[in-house]
């Protein structure tokens, strides 16, 4: 009971802050952007705009996860967390256009200096104002992301640092224009404008990364790629490989056991595998996990190979009579080639001859079949 009452604790956190954020947002719009206009300051406008931005981020964000979180259907297996990534790029298109449009606003009122805007002191107190509430946000946000051990939370609130730092931007144009520099205000909106840039490259190279697949980080894989090796049972890995879908990471490993274990066991292997690494690591959320005997990343087999049908066939041919007397028989392939065990029952040990004659005739099957190496006979206790 204790964990499900965090889950929803930490799932009420991180609403909250979020919603937080967009309502100083709205605040910061509106006054950035009214006083920008009252006041004559592009860089303030720009700033305005910037945070209008981050409004408009924290509202498609609200929305794309909760498309996001619906459980996967039949027409999407893997879930909907890529709703969460598809409106992530949309928004960094929309923060290079915004850019985009105030860069150019400035720049036509630098070809015409008397539509260059003076800015009125009134500015600076608001360029404070900005500051100050965009610093505020970030700390809260950062120990709310620190408490749910939160990436996404982190990041953003890592964007609001960088509102504050636009803003110390806006603060220093607008007060270098007072003193006389009259295009410090326009240096400081293009600069804001470039900053705004930054973060819509990033949100959309980022989230065509996710979309085309692209592997997590190195560092991480290395760890990953460690844990699994660190599992009991696991004698190598090979083809591993990660992606990402919204928040979550998946993971696909091939990973080779011993050859001579049960299906069952190499099977609850992988699922220990599966387990530790959703355990350890916070984004993992799914692994696939194929059990190898031995590591066939770089095999080329061209024979094709003989499955039980047509093992079943060949012991059939070559123990003839005595084919009936056979408890059954477990194939291993390695290296391409196939072992057989057959499973006499416990009952024939006093039937040497039988025995030997099926032992003669199974060493007879090794020298003729090419792609059998080794046919061994066991007693069924």
């Not at 705004?196 to 697949?213: A, C, R, T």
């Not at 072992?339 to 040497?352: A, D, Q, Y």
Request: proline fraction near 2%; hydrophobic fraction near 50%; include cysteine.
């Amino acid at each position: 009971m204790a964990e499900v009452y965090d889950v929803r604790e930490h799932t009420k956190l991180k609403n909250r802050v979020t919603i937080v954020g967009a309502l100083v947002n709205v605040f910061l719009s509106i006054i950035k952007i009214g006083f920008g206009v009252l006041g004559q300051s592009a860089a303030l406008i720009a700033d305005g705009v910037h945070s209008l931005s981050d409004l408009a981020s924290d509202l498609l964000v609200l929305v794309a996860v909760k498309l996001g979180a619906r459980e996967a259907d039949h027409d999407h297996p893997y879930g909907h967390r890529r709703f969460e990534t598809i409106a992530t790029a949309i928004l960094g298109m929309g923060l290079i256009a915004i850019a985009g449009g105030i860069a150019w606003d400035v720049y036509e009122r630098l070809l015409q200096p008397e539509r260059m805007l003076i800015p009125k002191p009134s500015a600076l107190g608001i360029a404070a104002i900005s500051i100050l509430s965009n610093e505020w946000l970030y700390q809260y946000t950062k120990r709310v992301a620190t408490i749910t051990r939160s990436k996404l939370l982190l990041a953003n609130a890592w964007h609001h640092r960088s509102d504050a730092i636009s803003s110390i931007v806006v603060l220093i144009g607008v007060a270098a224009s007072l003193l006389g520099y009259v295009w410090a205000d326009a240096l400081a909106a293009v600069l804001v404008a470039l900053m705004v840039v930054k973060i819509g490259v990033n949100l959309v190279s980022d989230s065509i990364k996710e979309l085309v697949d692209t592997g997590l980080s190195v560092s991480v894989v290395d760890k990953i790629r460690a844990e699994i090796m660190a599992t009991e049972g696991v004698k190598d890995i090979h083809l591993l490989r990660t992606r990402q879908m919204g928040e979550d990471a998946l993971v696909d490993a091939h990973i080779v056991v011993d050859s001579r274990i049960s299906v069952s066991e190499g099977h609850m292997i992988g699922d220990v595998v599966r387990d530790v690494l959703i355990d350890r690591f916070d984004d993992v959320q799914e692994v696939l996990v194929h059990i190898d005997p031995e590591n066939d990343e770089y095999s080329m087999h061209a024979e094709t190979p003989l499955l039980r049908e047509d093992i079943d066939k060949l012991l059939r041919e070559y123990l003839a009579e005595n084919y009936p007397l056979i408890n059954g028989f477990r194939i291993h392939y390695i290296k391409g080639k196939v072992e057989i065990e057959v499973i006499l029952p416990h009952t024939m040990f006093s039937l040497s001859k039988q025995v030997e004659t099926i032992k003669k005739r199974c060493l007879v099957l090794e020298q003729e079949i090419e792609q059998i190496t080794r046919v061994l006979v066991f007693f069924k206790a």
